[in-house]
């Protein structure tokens, strides 16, 4: 397979989109009725029938076929988290010996892999294990090359056989089309009578880190949890800050430009790459693209981070927390709400009326987040993210929105009854249809510490893991705003006076949520105790989080907007709990194997030979030699090492046998994993007293300074 692309040969123009059935091909190769039929179907107006999508079928197998596919699957998201494929290829036996290329308009718009491994929380009995497989018209199907060959991977729904999402698509979906018919009534009720659709924008930036494949096959814990459990840094880590956007070394530059290829191939915009904080930390960012389309789009961009770098010798990791130390890896989730006309709703308005529809689009933010908090919370709940959120490298887990002081001035004096705002004396303009201020020209300030920050036109949701799918949160997302649209909506269409009930709307909500709004540095322990005074939730772990999905509260905003039953919601719980408890065992299991079967006969040896050396020291008279001493405080640490090892066996064996989902959950947190970090603290010492040669993992200085 060609890795190198020669741009001078192959404009990046050219070579953008041309492994994906994109919008474009199908202009280009549908009959104009058709794809205006397809159309309509990824703005929601109409349902795909089996006519349309036998034409589809046609035109993308013969597309697929000419660029060299031999197989087609079913792509799709179940709840663990990852993509799934089933392949099947497209041929069909005439019955002489010979093959013809089959696709229909069936296998196009449903697939029946079965699949009844993933884990369906108890929504699918065996004996009805069937899973289907449907096809989501709003994300473009692509081809995924490998050096073996072509797959034509169709991005699908994935279902019981009763109709309950087995998958993080179907909420998706679902809570897009919920946000999209409140924020339209909202907007009628404002007097747009143009805009047919809202639709959900994400920009997901992805941060990762890349290690040589050499010292990371030599790392157990790497290979199978995705972060080291021990680890000392050298004595530099990354308090010189020279990292951070440097000069991209030679060999990354490579790893991007190929990573880079690929997805825009694939039609995936990548656009921004830079190094991050931490040593060997980097990051990417592609241009924003609908909702769906971006949640496809980044599970590539995690799958081809890590396949294009074994290319490089190199592996990707994903995880949120891979080195203790320096700073673990996350996701800002940039989200934004347009019309499908065009209008981006969080676009601070250049007249009165977009002012006034942009402070009540975003006041109806303010107020999701703050009454949503912990279901926010929630959607970011692993056991991985608990390493970072609160850890001063990260948001804390207490959900609060930045507004910038502009922005916050202007609302305050609205809650406060005093008119406009006193941003920009200069500009003030008193309205003839309401008395709502102008906004200043500019209004995105920045904050990097905040949870949930107005950038300018979107906002920037930071507490997601490196490593998760962004579909959780953004469901919850849509579904909070649409639920507070809602009502917002209901006001609107009752009201006699319009303008006045909007003021009075956006006055009241955010008289009532500006608790929410924190402009302050969310790193520091000064704003925990504030939070705590204003009663915002401070949900610390993932295992409490989780639990807010059982909370009557949700069950409700999820059923009245049709986006998850309350089965589904609980069916999610234990999947989610189940998880956790899984990541935290295996991580056990790996700290009491690199304990044992590692560091113990690696340190017990080289304190045996320190101790011989002394012996032997002794026998020509130097007495009280440093062997000795180091020999008797490795020999300490090991002992130390060997028990706090045995009361992690203990512990991880009573957790084991706890039958009840949270109370398991709940033991792995509150007892495995402090008995993990109290082996881990022997084995680090250790590292530090152990010639470097005898040690019998590569350490931090290999893993996060060469590359
Ligand atoms: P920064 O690092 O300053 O936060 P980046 O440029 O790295 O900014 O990332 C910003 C991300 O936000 C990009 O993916 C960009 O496409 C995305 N973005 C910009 N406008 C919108 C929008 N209206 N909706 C969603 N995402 C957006
Ligand atoms: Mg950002």
Redesign the pocket.
Same mark, same amino acid.
């Given at each position: 397979m060609e890795n190198v692309v020669d741009f001078t040969k192959t404009p990046v123009a050219n070579l953008y989109g041309s492994n994906c059935f994109s919008n474009a091909v199908m202009r280009e190769r549908l009959p104009k009725n058709i794809y205006k039929e397809i159309l309509a179907v990824q703005n929601g107006e109409k349902e795909l029938t089996l006519e349309v999508a036998e034409v589809v079928a046609a035109v993308m197998r013969d597309w697929a076929i000419a660029k060299g596919a031999s197989h087609y699957t079913h792509w799709f998201q179940p709840l663990t988290g990852l993509t799934a494929e089933k392949h099947d290829s497209f041929i069909a036996p005439t019955g002489d010996g010979k093959v013809i290329m089959e696709f229909s308009g069936k296998e196009l718009v449903k697939g029946e892999p079965d699949a009844s491994s993933f884990p369906s929380g108890g929504l699918r009995a065996t004996f009805e294990a069937r899973g289907y497989t449907a096809w989501d018209v709003t994300s473009p199907a692509f081809l995924k090359q490998d050096p073996t060959g072509t797959t034509l991977c169709i991005p699908t729904a994935f279902i019981s056989y009763y109709g309950q999402a087995l998958d993080k698509k179907v909420p998706l979906l679902k809570s897009i089309d919920a946000l999209s018919k409140q924020a339209i009534r909202v907007l009628r009720a404002l007097g747009n009578e143009r805009s047919k659709r809202v639709f959900t924008?994400?920009?997901?930036?992805q941060e990762y880190f890349l290690v040589d494949k050499t010292f990371y096959d030599q790392r157990p814990d790497l290979i199978l949890t995705g972060r080291t459990v021990f680890g000392v840094l050298p004595a530099k880590g990354q308090e010189m800050e020279d990292h951070y956007f440097g000069a991209i070394k030679e060999r990354v530059a490579g790893f991007m430009r190929e990573l880079n290829t690929e997805l825009w191939k694939v039609g995936i915009p990548a656009?921004?790459q830079h190094n991050e904080v931490a040593p060997n930390q980097f990051e990417i960012?592609?241009?924003?693209a609908n909702s769906t389309a971006a949640v496809d789009a980044n599970q590539l961009v995690m799958e081809t981070i890590r396949s294009v770098a074994r290319r490089h010798g190199l592996e990707g990791l994903l995880h949120e927390k891979p080195f203790a130390g320096v700073n673990g890896s996350g996701k800002?989730n940039?989200?934004?709400m347009?019309t499908d006309d065009g209008i #981006?709703l969080f676009e601070p308005g250049e007249n009165p009326a977009s002012n006034a529809r942009f402070l009540l689009f975003a006041v109806a933010v303010v107020e999701a987040v703050d009454r949503y908090a912990p279901l926010i919370r929630s959607s970011v709940a692993t056991s991985a993210n608990d390493h970072r959120l609160g850890a001063n490298e990260a948001p804390p887990a207490i959900v609060s929105v930045f507004f910038g002081g502009p922005l916050t001035e202007i609302l305050d004096n609205i809650a406060e009854g005093k008119s406009g705002g006193a941003a920009s004396p200069g500009e003030r303009i008193t309205l003839g249809v309401t008395s709502l201020p102008s906004l200043p020209k500019d209004v995105s300030d920045r904050n990097r510490t905040s949870p949930f920050a107005f950038?300018g #036109?979107?906002f920037?949701f930071r507490m997601v893991g490196s490593s998760q799918s962004i579909s959780t949160p953004n469901t919850y997302l849509n579904v909070a705003v649409a639920q507070v649209l809602s009502e917002f909506a209901d006001k609107l269409e009752k009201a006699s006076n319009k303008n006045e009930t909007i003021q009075n709307i956006i006055k009241e909500s955010y008289s009532k949520h500006r608790k929410v709004v924190f402009n302050g540095n969310n790193y520091a322990d000064e704003w925990v105790r504030e939070a705590e005074r204003r009663g915002l939730p401070n949900i610390r772990n993932a295992v409490d989080a989780l639990a807010i999905l059982l909370r009557s509260e949700t069950v409700s905003l999820f059923e009245n907007h049709k986006v998850l039953t309350k089965e589904e919601l609980e069916s999610r719980y234990h999947i989610y709990l189940e998880k956790y408890s899984k990541q935290i065992n295996i991580e056990a299991g790996v700290t009491i194997d690199l304990a044992q079967r590692y560091i113990f006969p690696a340190v017990t040896a080289y304190a045996g030979s320190l101790a011989g050396d002394a012996a032997a020291l002794a026998s020509i008279g130097a007495t009280n030699v440093p062997q000795a001493k180091r020999a008797k405080r490795i020999a300490e640490l090991s002992a130390e090492l060997y028990d706090e090892t045995s009361k992690l066996e203990t512990v991880l064996f009573e957790a084991q046998g706890i039958e009840d989902a949270f109370a398991q959950a709940r033991a792995y947190q509150e007892k495995v994993r402090p008995a993990m970090d109290a082996v881990r603290i022997r084995g680090d010492a250790l590292e530090k007293l152990v010639a470097k040669d005898a040690w019998p993992l590569p350490g931090y200085e290999e893993l996060l300074f060469k590359l």
């Amino acid at each position: 397979m060609e890795n190198v692309v020669d741009f001078t040969k192959t404009p990046v123009a050219n070579l953008y989109g041309s492994n994906c059935f994109s919008n474009a091909v199908m202009r280009e190769r549908l009959p104009k009725n058709i794809y205006k039929e397809i159309l309509a179907v990824q703005n929601g107006e109409k349902e795909l029938t089996l006519e349309v999508a036998e034409v589809v079928a046609a035109v993308m197998r013969d597309w697929a076929i000419a660029k060299g596919a031999s197989h087609y699957t079913h792509w799709f998201q179940p709840l663990t988290g990852l993509t799934a494929e089933k392949h099947d290829s497209f041929i069909a036996p005439t019955g002489d010996g010979k093959v013809i290329m089959e696709f229909s308009g069936k296998e196009l718009v449903k697939g029946e892999p079965d699949a009844s491994s993933f884990p369906s929380g108890g929504l699918r009995a065996t004996f009805e294990a069937r899973g289907y497989t449907a096809w989501d018209v709003t994300s473009p199907a692509f081809l995924k090359q490998d050096p073996t060959g072509t797959t034509l991977c169709i991005p699908t729904a994935f279902i019981s056989y009763y109709g309950q999402a087995l998958d993080k698509k179907v909420p998706l979906l679902k809570s897009i089309d919920a946000l999209s018919k409140q924020a339209i009534r909202v907007l009628r009720a404002l007097g747009n009578e143009r805009s047919k659709r809202v639709f959900t924008t994400v920009g997901p930036e992805q941060e990762y880190f890349l290690v040589d494949k050499t010292f990371y096959d030599q790392r157990p814990d790497l290979i199978l949890t995705g972060r080291t459990v021990f680890g000392v840094l050298p004595a530099k880590g990354q308090e010189m800050e020279d990292h951070y956007f440097g000069a991209i070394k030679e060999r990354v530059a490579g790893f991007m430009r190929e990573l880079n290829t690929e997805l825009w191939k694939v039609g995936i915009p990548a656009k921004t790459q830079h190094n991050e904080v931490a040593p060997n930390q980097f990051e990417i960012a592609p241009v924003f693209a609908n909702s769906t389309a971006a949640v496809d789009a980044n599970q590539l961009v995690m799958e081809t981070i890590r396949s294009v770098a074994r290319r490089h010798g190199l592996e990707g990791l994903l995880h949120e927390k891979p080195f203790a130390g320096v700073n673990g890896s996350g996701k800002h989730n940039n989200w934004s709400m347009a019309t499908d006309d065009g209008i #981006n709703l969080f676009e601070p308005g250049e007249n009165p009326a977009s002012n006034a529809r942009f402070l009540l689009f975003a006041v109806a933010v303010v107020e999701a987040v703050d009454r949503y908090a912990p279901l926010i919370r929630s959607s970011v709940a692993t056991s991985a993210n608990d390493h970072r959120l609160g850890a001063n490298e990260a948001p804390p887990a207490i959900v609060s929105v930045f507004f910038g002081g502009p922005l916050t001035e202007i609302l305050d004096n609205i809650a406060e009854g005093k008119s406009g705002g006193a941003a920009s004396p200069g500009e003030r303009i008193t309205l003839g249809v309401t008395s709502l201020p102008s906004l200043p020209k500019d209004v995105s300030d920045r904050n990097r510490t905040s949870p949930f920050a107005f950038t300018g #036109n979107k906002f920037e949701f930071r507490m997601v893991g490196s490593s998760q799918s962004i579909s959780t949160p953004n469901t919850y997302l849509n579904v909070a705003v649409a639920q507070v649209l809602s009502e917002f909506a209901d006001k609107l269409e009752k009201a006699s006076n319009k303008n006045e009930t909007i003021q009075n709307i956006i006055k009241e909500s955010y008289s009532k949520h500006r608790k929410v709004v924190f402009n302050g540095n969310n790193y520091a322990d000064e704003w925990v105790r504030e939070a705590e005074r204003r009663g915002l939730p401070n949900i610390r772990n993932a295992v409490d989080a989780l639990a807010i999905l059982l909370r009557s509260e949700t069950v409700s905003l999820f059923e009245n907007h049709k986006v998850l039953t309350k089965e589904e919601l609980e069916s999610r719980y234990h999947i989610y709990l189940e998880k956790y408890s899984k990541q935290i065992n295996i991580e056990a299991g790996v700290t009491i194997d690199l304990a044992q079967r590692y560091i113990f006969p690696a340190v017990t040896a080289y304190a045996g030979s320190l101790a011989g050396d002394a012996a032997a020291l002794a026998s020509i008279g130097a007495t009280n030699v440093p062997q000795a001493k180091r020999a008797k405080r490795i020999a300490e640490l090991s002992a130390e090492l060997y028990d706090e090892t045995s009361k992690l066996e203990t512990v991880l064996f009573e957790a084991q046998g706890i039958e009840d989902a949270f109370a398991q959950a709940r033991a792995y947190q509150e007892k495995v994993r402090p008995a993990m970090d109290a082996v881990r603290i022997r084995g680090d010492a250790l590292e530090k007293l152990v010639a470097k040669d005898a040690w019998p993992l590569p350490g931090y200085e290999e893993l996060l300074f060469k590359l």
